[in-house]
């Protein structure tokens, strides 16, 4: 008996010396074996019965929910055993278990179930305790079990006071801090701040040179690539040139005839006077002829492109060129300079905020999203139209400063463009407004 008595003290001061629930439920289900003869102990706890679950099982770190018996034994706990706070505890013999029950479930010969109530509140379940053997529960170990509940109701209700000593300090500061965050969100909202527009933007150069097509022909050969510098004199692009130099050959061939006439009749004009007579017009034959071969040498020089002066080739897809019939006047390429380049923002009607001609404007490019650089608004398009992915607005031009002349021709990129002062509110919320008044007017 004193060996008893002893076990049952150490008991419980195992369960008052548990820091939180968890450690409470291991201690219960692990260590009641040293005081009542049981081969296994399920603990179940839950707001209220139908919510209870087998939370603690002897010999089991953690409990798996799906496994079957613990399914089995918490539909029992939820719909089955009594829970009532005048009820006793119930062994095999006193519970309403019918033997098809016992068997669906499996369970043990001999069982005993210690209902747990929380002190003061009568009639409100904290839940149960359930323990199985293969023989009978004696009255005198019923009336330990007895004991035992109460012991083990206590120590949940230790543990919860202890928790809600520690959590209600706790909320009241999260409150306070809450409020005094709610606080400085509310009046930072009257903080005045620029406004900006977002949108997709493109380096293009500035004042273009266009390269037309001089003639009517074929495009041979494109002889430069995207982004070439070229200087004044560089071959660009040539045409199929058969034509010309046959042309050519053939004003050759009518020259060289021509000066031979004038020669024999200028030998014959000492002593033939119809020789001298015809020396004239021999002579305008010789100058037509000449006019012609000089002619066909300009067409001839023609089929050959160059560059007039120093710059940086503008040009999409160079073997698209090639074989490509041209009539005078057609676009083949543009030639820029190297060192200039601007903005051109594409801004969509929906993300306009008011800014003037001077609003500062910072471009990343897409390829390296993390290199800002800075520049102007020079001028707004007074007219809108549609873009490329359908929406429609205005075709802003900016400046670059800075050294950008790495930055590619149609790199593109991101525009934010600053506009006016407003609240730090109306700046956060200022597409929910746009939202709202275009569905609700």
């Not at 060996?3 to 260590?31: G, Y």
């Not at 701040?193 to 380096?203: D, K, N, Q, R, T």
């Not at 982004?227 to 692009?237: F, I």
């Not at 006047?329 to 009607?349: I, K, N, Y």
Request: charged content about 20%; some cysteine.
């Amino acid at each position: 008996m004193a060996d008893l008595a002893s076990k049952l003290i150490q008991f419980e001061q195992r369960l008052r010396q548990a820091e939180d629930r968890v450690a409470l439920r291991f201690i219960i289900v692990n260590e009641i074996q040293s005081v009542i003869d049981c081969e296994c102990a399920y603990l179940a706890t839950g707001y209220t019965q139908k919510f209870f679950a087998i939370m603690g099982v002897t010999n089991v770190a953690k409990v798996e929910r799906t496994a079957p018996l613990i399914q089995a034994l918490d539909q029992i706990v939820k719909h089955v055993l009594p829970v009532d706070s005048n009820m006793a505890i119930q062994t095999g013999e006193t519970m309403t278990l019918s033997d098809s029950m016992v068997k669906e479930f499996r369970l043990p010969a001999f069982y005993a179930w210690i209902p747990l109530h929380q002190p003061g509140l009568e009639g409100k379940p904290e839940g149960g305790l359930l323990l199985t053997r293969q023989r009978a529960f004696t009255q005198t170990e019923i009336k330990l079990l007895d004991y035992i509940g109460g012991v083990i109701t206590h120590s949940i209700a230790a543990i919860r006071g202890r928790t809600h000593k520690l959590y209600v300090p706790t909320m009241r500061k999260i409150q306070s801090i809450g409020k005094a965050l709610a606080l400085v969100v509310f009046l930072l909202g009257f903080l005045p701040v620029h406004l900006y527009s977002v949108a997709p933007a493109e380096v293009i150069p500035i004042k273009p040179y266009a390269v037309t097509a001089p003639l009517s022909g074929t495009i041979k050969k494109v002889h430069v690539t995207p982004n070439t510098h070229v200087v004044a004199g560089d071959l660009l692009y040539s045409f199929d040139d058969i034509e010309q130099r046959q042309a050519l050959s053939v004003a050759q061939s009518d020259l060289q005839l021509a000066q031979a006439e004038l020669g024999q009749a200028e030998k014959l004009g000492f002593v033939d006077a119809q020789a001298r007579r015809e020396l004239l017009r021999l002579q305008t034959a010789v100058q037509s002829a000449q006019a012609k071969v000089d002619l066909a040498k300009i067409r001839l020089d023609k089929t050959q492109v160059k560059a007039g002066f120093a710059a940086t080739v503008l040009i999409d897809n160079p073997s698209e060129l090639s074989g490509r019939p041209v009539q005078p006047g057609d676009l083949v390429m543009q030639l820029v300079d190297a060192t200039s380049r601007q903005l051109e923002v594409r801004l969509a009607m929906n993300n306009i905020v008011p800014f003037t001609t001077g609003a500062e404007v910072s471009f990343y490019p897409d390829q390296s999203p993390l290199s800002g650089y800075s520049g102007v608004v020079k001028y707004t398009n007074i007219t809108t139209e549609q873009f490329s992915d359908g929406s429609v607005g205005y075709r802003v031009t900016a400046s670059l400063d800075g050294d950008v002349h790495h930055l590619a021709f149609g790199a593109q990129g991101t525009a934010s463009i600053q506009g006016e002062r407003s609240f730090l509110w109306y700046r956060v919320f200022r597409k929910l407004f746009i939202v709202l008044r275009q569905h609700f007017g």
